[in-house]
Every structure is written in C-alpha cells, then in structure tokens.
C-alpha cells in the first residue's frame, strides 16, 4: 500500500508522453495516444519537471527561480487534474484535498470499466458534416416531443401487467438502452468536431450496463457554437432514441420518456462540474471568468459566492440554479408520488415487490440529499461553526475547565515566548500572577487607564474595541487562546490603547508587569525589554489575525525569523505606487491606508496584510500605502516571501486569493476610469 | 443587448489557460501596472508603427524606450556627452512628426545616449505605452527546459513560455517557423509567406497579420531575455528588409 503524502511532499511521475504546445494551450498525450488533457501552456516547466525526482516544493522553487513567479492556483489544479485523469503514476500518493472535488476522482466501488474499444482518429475533423448532423439530431428530438404524452407516466401505467418488479426491471433496460444510444452518438460527434475518439467502455453498474463515452476530446474545442450544439445534441438524444417506442407500445414509451426527463434533470444539475455545466457558466457569467470555463473545474456553487465574479453573471447563474432547485423538487414529487402509490397498491398482493421499491425509493432520495448536502456543505461550515462555538462557550460556562498551576504552565509553554523561560522563572512568574473569570460582556481592560498587568487569555474570546473622536467605535481585533495582551504595560505603566471585552465567559491570566521585568532580565534569552515586547506583539499578532492563525509552528517561526519590524507614525509612506515590489508587509498595530492616484480607497486595520499583488503578480506597486496612526508593520523581504510561500502551499493560495480579490474589488470600483490603456503608466 | 447571454455563444470563444482571474492577468489587461518608467528594447529594424528618433535629419539606433525617456546609439558622437545638457530631438511616428527636447541624463559604453524627455506629448505617451505594454509580454516569456530524464518529451523544438498564456513555440517544419502568444493575439510565422494571425485553432483559420501586429511581435520577441539562437535567427528575419511581405507593405 502507497504512502499518501500532502501536495507539497508530493513527488508527482508522469507517464511516459508528449507535450503538444497548442497556442495558450498545451496537449499532453501518453505515449500510446490513448489519453489526452488540455493545460494551460504556462505549465509546461511544472509537466517537465514531473519525473518523479522532484517533490511540489521543488518544482515550485525551480519555476520561481526560472520565471520570477507563479500561479499556485492554476499549478495546484494542474496536478490534481493530472492525477484524477490517470496522467501520474503514482497518483494515488497524493493525499485528497478539502479544496479539490473532481467528478473524475470518485471513489467507483459501485460501478466497473471494461474497455470495449480503444482510441480512433479520422484523418481531419468534419465539422460541416457535425454541424448539420448536430442540428438534425436537436430538431428531430424537438419534434419527437411533440408526440410525448402528459404527465410521461400516470399512476395507472406505472405498475405494468400489474406487476411492480417488471416496471422496475422496465426502468432498468430503458436507462441502460438510452444510456448507450447516447454515448455512441458522444462518439460520433466527438470524431466529427475532433477527429478524435478516447474509446468506449463498457460499465457495469446497478442502474444500468451500458457504453460510456469519455468526454476528453471536447476540451480541444474552444468554439462556443459547437460546444453548445454539441451538448444540445447529446442531451436530446434519449428523446430521439425513444420516439420509435411510441410506434410499439405507448406503455414502454411513457417509461422511456420518464427516464429521459430523469437522466435530462441529472444533466442539467448546476450541483455538479460536467462539462455541459462549465459552458453554461461561461455564457451566464461576464468578462473574465468566462476564459476559465474551459479549464478550471471551479465549484458552481462556491463561484456563485465568489466576489470575483460580477453580481450580474451571479443573478443570471442564481436564476439557473433556483429553476434548477424547483423544477427538480417538482419532478422527484411527481415520480414519489406514481412510484409510491404503486407500492403501496401492492402491498397486499406482492409484499416483496412492495418492500423492493420503497428501498429504491428510498436509496434515491439519500442520494439526492446526499449530493445536495455535498455541494451545500461549504456554505454550511461557518454557520456551522458559529453554533458550534456558541454550543462550546454554553457547555463552558455552564463547567468551566479548572485552572491548575499545571495546567496554566501547560498553557503558557504552548507560547513561543514563554518557551525562553526556564521552570523555575515560570513557576515563579505562575505564583505572582493570578487567574480570573470574566463573564462575557464585562470589561477587562477600559481604553485610557493606566496599565499595570500583561494578561494571558487561557479560554474564550475577547474582543479589543477602540473609541475615538471621529470615527466612534471599532473593532480592533478579537483574540482567541492562547494569546498575550496589554503588553504596554510592560515597557512603562503607561495609558491603555483599547477597550478589551470578554465575548464570552474567558478566563485569563493576571501577571504583574514587574515580576515579568524581572523574569525578562533574569532569562537568558530575553534580556532586553523592548525585544520582549515585540515578540509578544508577533505572537498576538499570529495567533488573532485571522488569515494566520491556522499557520504551523514552524511556518509561523520561518516568518518571525525572516521579517523585522517597523514602528511608524501617521502619515508615513510604507509603499509608493509604481515602485519595485521588494517586500510584503503584515499590521501587527494600528492601521494604513490604501491610496490609489492618491485617492483613498481602503483601510487595513491590525491583523491584516498588503503588498502582496506587486510580489505575486510580478509587476511595480498598484497602490500607496500610509500610515493613519501609530502602528507597528512587520516586513519580508520578496525573497523570503517567496520562500515561504514554496512551502506552504495553502498559505500561497490564500494569500493569492486576496490579491486576486483586491484588485478585482479594484476593478468594480474604477469601471468608470478612462480605458485600461490610459491608466497604464 | 450587447451583453445577452445568448449572443455570447457566437462572441467568445472558451479558451483552456489559466485563470483569468488571476492577479498577473487581471493587472496586465486591465492596466493595473501602473509603472511610471517601464523600459522596452525595440528591434533593430525600422517597421511602420515603431517611433524613429533624428537629430538634425540624422536617424539614430534606439536600444531602449520608456514614457520618461531613451537610450540612443550614438556613434559618431553626434549628441552632446555633458550631463544635464538639452538635446533637440524628433520623433518620428508612421502618421506625423514630434519636435521634442530631451536632456541629457547618462552616457555609458561611449556610444549609448540615455536622453530623458523633457516634454513629450499626450500621444506620443499614449503611443510609447503601448509599445510598452508589448515589451512587457516578451520579458516575462522564458525558454522551458527539455529535461532528457523527463518522462514528458516536448514535440517542438523550442518552446519558451510566459505567465499569462504567452507564448513561443519554434517547430521543425517546413512551413511553419514559430508562432507566437502575446495577449489574446497568436501570430504564427512562416518561412516563405508573411506572418499570418491565427484566428480559429481548431480549423487552422488564418489571416495576413497587419504591419501593427508584427510591430507589436517585434517588440515582443526583442524583449524576451536570454534569447537562444534560433530566437535572434527569427527576429533577424523578421528585421530584414528583403522579406517580400516587408517590402511590399506588409502581407495585408
């Protein structure tokens, strides 16, 4: 059994193949022409250096060095949908993502493959001749419905011969009769518009045995005419097929018809990433996320919560899903009711057959829900968490976790900081200190007093407000465990900066500022006080800011070690439009403000990040960036920035994604600027 | 009704690339690299569309070009070599003339002049920006390696790659040379026939590239760094003014 390792220890093999630069694009094909995928060109370096030798880190560090930067997103995608169309050998070492979901990489315990006929090409494709035939096919089936009766299948012709099984075992032959009708009309279409075939299969599965076409030749075609006739046509096929039914039995016909709308409702189902699915996106979306269709297998519905893409295509594609959601609820209503009604007629006369159906019946709406759940799920998991917490400080509140010495030792060691200690100088600073209990809403530390204590949050959520003359109220930051604040304190008692409120029953730790004065200048590692207080404004900072927070230990030690900082004043220029991007900067304190052409256009409060967009995408600064009150920046330099980016993978495209979200927002809010070309320069 | 969902089945093409929602693509179509005094090398060769730059009728060599200023090859020491010193310049675009002044800002190797514009006009900014925007494709395109361990082979000759979908590709044909990525804009190279601007890939559609495309591909492939042999062979080609379609006006 193979070890699965996470994508950036990965080591992908490639199998043996060639690479076919096509204009943007690039076809790789295995050595025995059986396969083929469509990648972006720019990923040429990364397939090259896929010989198994190389781990992702590497790869990424040997394309950074070469080209001075790299899309992380589109790399990521590379590979998995490498490794989910069979391209890597040793795919299956590559541990499951939680951001990745591939229609290609399901687990098929439920079905099995037999290749039935393997790769065929023509000599050139024929696309008048698919043209025409394309057309024929969607007009006849459009005609062929013209005759469908309605509703497709009454109650009364469900249980045929009076029997429920047959009607069952009915269902079954029809699916898997349209289901080969259909992936051989796929292949012809796929020869016509292409003049390639990837083969046909024979699957084995419990709703049918039937061919299955693969659809890896449409993603050579870039023509949006033929994509959609394409569909069209495979899509109506079923109808077509079932049109002669209607000359032998209409009984067989209603089946058949039922089962065309059913495979049709699959189909159209936004909830999953078919091909169909990606070119209605294209057309329902504006701009530029229509070039990412042909690639990116981007989750329908998560795009539809993207902010990237316009709230226009969002309405359309909002639209499609609420017809979707409804049309479909009507349909499983419609096909419950017939198919329950005939179970339940024959629960006196055929108990067995009875019992059959309401097991697929009930299979069928697991399924359903099943798959409604998947798709949902990323829109669940932070109200999820919400309740989650809330759940969490109830229990908390109603039993609180007793505080021994241990125990808060146990806490405090947890923080780096702390760590420089030696036992004695904790035991010493835990006898001094003292543990209180807040109940959420009380305040612990009022804005303006004079600071005499540091404080160590153990449990709960505290939230850090400031009040001011001009802007009112604001939120600062809210601090999770384990974490220091009030370390102001340390230096000189002087005024507090900030209210800090419990959110929630917390329980922190009181220590006295001049017994850690003393720990300080006692401690081997600690002894200058100024040293001490920045790292415990490092360490507030890496365990609150919220995009940081999740980072390992020793990514968070990386960019402490490879960063400085920099206490500033109000109105100092830390970035200037249209210079060299040499570093990327986090607010430990305060606040900056992003100009535009010296147009204010954000703020970025303590806790967040900028100056990553000139480093990622390779090009001068986009905006200035000032100060707008005390605060305290850390910087790295674009070397170590890189560097650490190379090894945390999910840091990078987190960090990649705000970019990308900060200079479309950019956009939306400069779409009545002069022409791009103008504001060039 | 420009944007009807339904027009766009005949509009746009679905293209297989990166995302274009990605920060280089979405700063470098949309503008958003505002650079004050971005530099591009210009090719050795005297194409419509590329500015000219006299003194006193003299035709000088540019080596590079940004909105703020120039470098000038200046071999027989016509230009003045005291720093600060004022320079009368004209600018000579394919549709008009330019009389500007450019200060002296360095002399390096003897014979490079590095003049800074002292006033250029709105156009002229306008038009150097583009040329610009062209370079910048070509300085991000580097070659990709062919590893001989690798168990990809690479089935042209030379394939060199940017970050956006650019692109160069050199085949072992005989009828195609290259064919070249900048943008949205693919101009495929020939040996014998003039450059032609690919318009459908999967039918193979073409059509004569205009005199402004093959400038903007000059551009482009001067500035891609490192340049292989086959690569300087290509933009010597290009350059040289005994190609049929240069001496006739292009291939339009």
Known sequence: MSIMVSFDNFAPRLRKGRVIPQGRRLIYETEDGEKQIVLPIEMADAILLATGKYTMRQIIEKIFKLKGSLHFRTLFKTIHQL??????????????????????????????????????????????????????????????????????????NFAMNGSLMWSVLICWAFNSLL???????????????????????????????????????????????????????????????????????????????????????????????????????????????????????????????????????????????????????????????????????QVATDPWASLFCWTIFCTAVVWIAARVMRHMSPLMVKPMMRIFALLRSWVRAWRPIKWTPEKTMNALTELPLFSYFSKPLLEMILKESQINEIRGGSRLITQG?????????????????????????????????????????IIEESERGADVIARETSTVLKIPTHVLRFAAKESQYVREIEAFRNAITVNQFFTSAPMFKDLPEDTVHDITMRSSLRHLSPNEHIIRQGSQGRSFFMVLRGAVEVRINEQPVKKIRQGGFFG?????????????????????????????????????????????????????EDLMNNSDEPEPSEKAG | MGNAWWRRIWQKRITVESPATSAPFLAREHGLDRRLKARVRLPAHNADYLPIFKNSSRELTVVDLSVGGVCLLDFQDFLLNHLSQTVPLTLQWPDREEWIMARVAG???????????????????????????????????????????????????????????????????????????????????????????????????????????????????????????????????????????LTTGSGV
Not at chain 1, 90 to 106: A, C, K, Q, R, V
Not at chain 1, 117 to 137: E, I, M, N, Q, S
Not at chain 1, 467 to 472: A, L
Not at chain 2, 177 to 203: C, K, N, W, Y
Request: net charge neutral; with cysteine; proline share 5%.
């Open chain 1, 449 to 489: 007093e004079i600071g005499r204590d540091l404080f160590v949050l153990l449990q709960g959520t505290l939230l850090v407000e400031r009040s001011s003359f001009d802007q009112g109220r604001t939120q600062l930051s809210i601090l999770r465990p384990v974490t220091i604040f009030g370390e102001t304190a």
């Open chain 1, 612 to 664: 990553e967009i000139a480093l990622i995408a390779d090009i001068p600064r986009t905006a200035s960036v000032v100060t707008v009150e005390n605060s305290v920046i850390m910087e790295m330099a674009a070397v170590n920035f890189w560097e650490i980016l190379c090894q945390n993978i999910e840091l990078a495209m987190f960090i990649e994604a705000v970019g990308e979200s900060r200079l479309s």
């Open chain 1, 83 to 156: 490794r989910d169309h069979g391209f890597l050998e040793n795919g299956e070492e590559l541990e499951s993502h939680s951001w990745w979901t591939s229609p290609y990489h399901e687990q098929k315990s439920w079905t099995m493959d037999l290749t039935v006929v393997r790769r065929k090409t023509l000599r050139r494709p024929r696309t008048l001749h698919f043209y025409f035939l394309g057309l024929a096919v969607v007009a006849l089936s459009l005609l062929s419905m013209l005759d469908m009766p309605w509703p497709p299948l009454s109650k009364q």
């Open chain 1, 179 to 345: 289901q080969t009708i259909q992936s051989l009309f796929k292949t012809v279409f796929q020869l016509l518009l292409t003049g390639n075939m990837f083969g046909l299969s024979l699957r084995i599965a419990p709703w049918g045995v039937y061919l299955r076409a693969t659809d890896e030749p449409i993603f050579l075609i870039t023509n949006r005419l033929f994509l959609m006739l394409y569909h069209a046509a495979t899509l109506l096929t079923p109808f077509l097929a079932s049109w002669p039914l209607q000359l032998l039995d209409s009984n067989y016909y209603s089946f058949a018809i039922a089962i065309c709308m059913g495979k049709l409702m699959i189909d159209l189902s936004p909830f999953t990433s078919s091909l169909f699915m990606q070119t209605v996106r294209s057309m329902l979306s504006l701009g530029q996320s229509d070039l990412i269709a042909g690639y990116l297998r981007e989750d329908s519905l998560l795009a539809l919560l993207s902010p990237v893409d316009r709230p226009s295509s969002n309405r359309r594609l909002h639209r499609y899903f609420t017809i979707y959601i409804l049309s479909w609820a009507a349909f499983s209503l419609w096909f419950c009711s017939i198919g329950l009604h005939g179970a339940s007629r």
């Open chain 2, 107 to 245: 002399v390096s190797r003897h014979t490079h002049r590095h003049l800074q514009f002292l006033e250029l006009s709105e156009q002229s900014q306008k038009q150097i920006k583009v040329l610009v925007q062209m370079g910048s494709y070509g300085q991000k395109i580097t070659q990709v390696r062919d590893l001989k361990q690798s168990p990809a082979q690479l089935l042209v000759t030379e394939l060199w790659t940017g970050l956006q979908g650019d692109g160069l590709v050199f085949y072992d044909s005989a009828d195609t040379l290259a064919e070249l990525t900048m943008g949205l804009i693919t101009v495929r190279f020939h040996h014998s026939i003039a450059p032609q601007v690919v318009l459908d890939p999967d039918r193979n559609k073409t059509r004569p590239a205009l005199n402004k495309e093959i400038s903007d591909a000059l551009i482009c492939l001067a500035n891609i760094p490192e340049p292989s042999g086959r690569l300087k062979d290509l933009l010597l080609r290009l350059s040289t003014p005994t190609q049929p379609w």
